[in-house]
């Protein structure tokens, strides 16, 4: 019985241990070795002296290191964070601080680029260093350890013992205000989701999957863990632009493609070999809605390949999927729920919605995740009692209710509304309003400001900063496109690419509602055209 997510590995090494589990450029990994290497990554976390589920960031580009460093963390019964790559040091120190992170595997120039904000970090204890170069002047408080030292420890040490129900991991997913938040995912989490989705698409071991997502995105992370539940083959891919993904489809052969919205719009756009079309099996979106002309479009190009429209939230994996024998009849559909999981749309009361009556979605069952990381209010407001339990059963089952409103059509299928708060979709991302915000006022170069989302054809929506200039009085004089400019340079350097504005307009005053509050749905319908009509 698969009880622990590091299990993966290990069954499918023992089942056939000479396939190929990774593949990254010319490089192949076996499943034999990635069992051997989990291992011992697994050792020499425990000779740091690290407790049981203490939590360690992995802050890597995709690499053979990278998945051998979440599945020894997990061997050894901590809990692996994945920071996605993109972040700059303060999104980074965050995250590190929040889930009191006490060791990161990165690489030596980025543990240089993160050495200002390390002394932030008082609970980071050691560095583990990938690959070769300079690390520079770290933080004095941290103990820098090469990898190959990590690997190298061949010592006897017993992993901590957690069972399928403890915590395995952290993914951070913004709000819709602060910064981002720690969901906590378990074994069980995980495990079952893998299986889930498997189930649904139908992979075997002759399966390879192109992981070209981020690992800290749960939509990019279960590419590896549905591979492995059936012992398939996952190719590592950061690419540079779309046109390198056909390629390596074809390269690789691969049969499965997952990826976000804006880039099924580029690789809409990209010259497909036709070798790559005879092999790829099925592709899978998630992460936002495709607008329908691109999924027409990709049917044009991949005329044998099986599309697979879903819906997720980090806070309870995948919720729905639409088979492809439904794409036809229903292309606007999110599908029904996955395997093992069920899908309520009920009014504010709890009480469940007729059949196209809009409501919230509320989904249950064992990839329900256990909360966010030391955030009891957040966790109250999202995790929820199940409405409509039974009386007779005493203990409360709890639900997470997605804050997005759907409808459910007389035959069962789920159609996206919309959501309740003003969090902003964009590349695939949910991104804060209010973190975008702290940062443009750090900078010192607005008044007031406010992030709103516009739709937009290739990123799904794109961020529009709407902002008064600084307060007469201000040192700041600068007006106009250099002010603008001023500040978007600002913004680059403390932000990943995803979440830097699209667009900066200047208003003398912003307006404001009743309660004195910015009037956020008054803004937003101004920018709402910015850029067009999307595809």
């Not at 740091?48 to 460093?69: D, M, S």
């Not at 979440?70 to 964070?81: D, K, N, S, Y």
């Not at 590896?224 to 059936?230: M, N, Q, S």
Request: with cysteine.
């Amino acid at each position: 019985m698969t009880t622990r997510l590091d299990a993966l590995v290990s069954l499918a090494a023992a089942r056939a241990g000479q396939r190929p589990a990774l593949l990254h450029d010319s490089a192949v990994l076996t499943y034999q070795q990635l069992d051997q290497l989990v291992s011992r990554v697994a050792a020499g976390l425990l000779s740091l002296g690290l407790g049981k589920q203490e939590r360690v960031g992995v802050y890597l580009p995709k690499r053979f290191e990278t998945v051998a460093a979440f599945f020894g963390i997990a061997r050894a019964g901590l809990v692996f964070v994945p920071v996605n790559p993109l972040l700059k040091g303060p999104q980074v120190a965050h995250i590190l601080r929040d889930c009191n992170v006490r060791a990161l595997v990165t690489l030596p120039d980025r543990a240089r680029d993160l050495a200002p904000v390390l002394d932030e970090c008082p609970d980071l204890a050691t560095l583990v260093l990938v690959g070769d170069g300079d690390s520079g002047a770290a933080a004095a408080r941290q103990r820098s350890l090469a990898w190959a030292e990590l690997t190298a420890n061949t010592g006897a040490h017993t992993a901590h013992r957690v069972i399928d129900i403890d915590m395995v991991s952290i993914f951070y997913t913004s709000g819709s205000t602060g910064k981002p938040k720690g969901v906590v995912l378990s074994h069980r989490n995980m495990l079952a989701g893998a299986e889930s989705v498997a189930t649904y698409l139908e992979n075997t071991a002759d399966d390879r999957l192109l992981a070209v997502l981020p690992f800290s995105f749960d939509y990019g992370f279960s590419q590896l863990t549905t591979a492995f539940h059936v012992g398939a083959s996952v190719v590592l891919m950061d690419y540079l632009v779309a046109r390198d993904v056909p390629r390596a489809i074809e390269r690789h052969r691969v049969t499965g493609l997952g990826a976000v919205p804006p880039l099924w719009i580029q690789l809409t756009d990209v010259q497909w070999p036709a070798a790559a079309t005879e092999h790829l099996r099925y592709i899978t979106n998630s992460g936002g809605r495709m607008p329908r002309a691109t999924l027409e479009r990709l049917r044009q190009l991949l005329p044998g390949t099986r599309p697979y429209l879903m819906y997720g939230l980090t806070e309870a994996f995948r919720g729905t999927y639409l088979p492809p024998d439904q794409i036809d009849a229903r292309p606007d559909s999110m599908g029904k729920a996955i395997p093992n999981s069920d899908i309520l749309v009920v009014r504010p009361d709890g009480s469940a919605c007729d059949p196209d009556e809009p409501g919230e979605l509320v989904q249950r069952g064992a990839l329900v995740a256990l909360g966010y990381w030391n955030d009891p209010v957040k966790t109250a407001e999202r995790f929820k009692p199940l409405p409509g339990q039974r009386s007779e059963l005493p203990i409360t089952e709890m639900a997470v209710w997605s804050g997005d409103t759907v409808r459910r059509d007389a035959e069962g299928y789920l159609y996206y509304v919309g959501r309740r708060d003003e969090m902003i979709k964009t590349s695939g991302y949910r991104v804060s309003p209010t973190e975008v915000e702290e940062i443009v006022y750090a900078s010192g170069l607005v008044g007031d400001a406010v992030a709103v989302g516009a739709a937009h054809p290739a990123l799904g929506e794109a961020i529009v900063l709407v902002c008064s200039p600084p307060a007469a009085g201000s040192s700041e004089t600068r007006r106009g496109e250099e002010l603008a400019a001023a500040l978007l340079a600002h913004c680059k350097t403390q932000m990943p690419g995803f979440m830097v504005p699209q667009r900066i307009e200047w208003l003398e005053v912003l307006p404001r509602n009743p309660n004195g509050k910015f009037d956020r749905p008054a803004l937003a319908a101004r920018c709402k055209a910015a850029f067009g009509t999307p595809a």
